[in-house]
T-cell receptor
């Protein structure tokens, strides 16, 4: 079955530590995205990637980093520079050039700083 | 920047009809999506509009007016399981076909 997988589902981090969230897709999509969702707020774009070895900052990239070494994988690192990292993180993918195709989402990772 | 507005919360009765509105001002337009999201879960796709008019899909319909920057999602014969957040998202012709989301409308269906 094709889909997009995020892991882990729940993650706890101590202040000052970096942590990496995994996102893998087997949909053969070129474009991948990371969103952050806070209570009562919509999804805000952190980073996106159009193609392997290319990625761009979204609206709230500060304190985050990504890599895109393989088409299937787009991991997100939440660094210690992110001042308020507790949130629900969603990864998505879509075909890069098909406007009428929806973005597919992973199940999300809930990150809590303790 | 991109601006997408939706009501924060709505309540409706089981069996009734509810309309969730979305207005947008974006730098370009390549279509509008509606997603449903249950608490703590991933958003799931409901509908896509790129031309003006109404798209019907079972109990759910979505309308678009590009000249007014306006869309709505219509849910008929409401069921308790329809209690969820409904997200309006606009695809803009920049970046990687990026989707920009509104804050979402939390719908509560009551008996």
């Amino acid at each position: 079955d094709g889909g997009i997988t995020q892991s882990p589902k729940y993650l706890f981090r101590k202040e000052g530590q970096n942590v990496t969230l995994s996102c893998e897709q087997n949909l053969n999509h070129d474009a991948m995205y990371w969103y952050r969702q806070d209570p009562g707020q919509g999804l805000r774009l952190i980073y996106y990637s159009q193609i392997v070895n290319d990625f761009q900052k979204g609206d709230i990239a500060e304190g985050y980093s990504v890599s895109r070494e393989k088409k299937e994988s787009f991991p997100l690192t939440v660094t210690s520079a992110q001042k308020n990292p507790t949130a629900f993180y969603l990864c998505a993918s879509s075909p890069r050039t098909q406007f009428d195709t929806e973005a597919f989402f992973g199940q999300g990772t809930r990150l809590t700083v303790v | 920047g991109q601006n997408i507005d939706q009501p924060t919360e709505m309540t409706a009765t089981e069996g009734a009809i509810v309309q969730i509105n979305c207005t947008y001002q974006t730098s370009g337009f390549n279509g509008l999506f509606w997603y449903q999201q249950h608490a703590g879960e991933a958003p799931t796709f409901l509908s896509y509009n790129v031309l003006d008019g109404l798209e019907e899909k079972g109990r759910f319909s979505s309308f678009l007016s590009r000249s007014k920057g306006y869309s709505y999602l219509l849910l008929k014969e409401l069921q308790m399981k329809d209690s969820a957040s409904y997200l309006c998202a606009v695809r803009v012709p920049s970046g990687a076909n990026n989707l920009f989301f509104g804050t979402g409308t939390r719908l509560t269906v009551i008996p």
